[in-house]
């Protein structure tokens, strides 16, 4: 039982943390939009 709880807990930590890269990776794709086109 507490294996699977682990489990359960360590597949949500694993998304998060892809959720979080995501936004990372559009926000730095943002600033470099914006710096390649002046945009302050």
């Not at 709880?5 to 930590?13: D, G, I, R, V």
């Not at 943390?17 to 302050?40: H, K, L, P, S």
Request: net charge neutral; glycine share 2%; no cysteine.
């Amino acid at each position: 039982m507490e294996l699977r709880l682990a489990n359960h807990k360590l597949s949500e930590y694993a998304a998060r943390v892809e959720e979080m890269a995501i936004i990372q990776e559009r926000n730095r794709m943002a600033r470099d939009y914006m710096t390649a086109w002046g945009i302050t």
